[in-house]
């Protein structure tokens, strides 16, 4: 059972910057894509960025390109959310999520029904 926990979440400018963090527990190895979604109140939850544990690889979504960075560490097993350039529609909840890589399958997973492990969440907000 891979555990989530979330931090680093807070009140920020526009303009300023965060980092989120989301420390795992539980894995059995290390084929596993990292992912970090949002969900803003009456909307749907959206992928923003995920992380080939293994191999390092990364995505993110057109709206968050450029100025949002995914990363981990593996001795600390921790994968980051660097935020820059924070913008009021990018204020959410902002959610970590996991899932084992199936062999032969890709890792690249963008839709939140692929996923099976999730954080509880750490609210974002960016004042104008």
């Known amino acids: 059972q891979v555990q989530l926990v979330e931090s680093g979440g807070g009140l920020v400018q526009a303009g300023g910057s965060l980092r989120l963090s989301c420390t795992a527990s539980?894995?059995?190895?290390?084929?596993?894509?990292m992912g970090w979604f949002r969900q803003a109140p009456g909307k749907e939850r959206d992928f923003v960025a995920a992380?080939?544990?293994?191999?390092?690889?990364?995505y993110h979504a057109d709206s968050v390109k450029g100025r949002f960075t995914i990363s981990r560490d593996n001795a600390k097993n921790t994968v980051y959310l660097q935020m820059n350039s924070l913008k009021p529609e990018d204020t959410a909840v902002y959610y970590c999520?996991?899932?084992?890589?199936?062999?032969?399958?890709?890792?690249?997973?963008?839709?939140?029904?692929?996923?099976?492990?999730w954080g509880q969440g750490t609210q974002v907000t960016v004042s104008s």
């Open positions: 992380i080939n544990w293994s191999s390092g690889d990364t």
């Open positions: 999520a996991a899932d084992e890589i199936a062999p032969g399958s890709s890792w690249l997973k963008w839709r939140s029904s692929r996923y099976d492990y």
């Open positions: 539980g894995r059995t190895s290390n084929r596993y894509t």
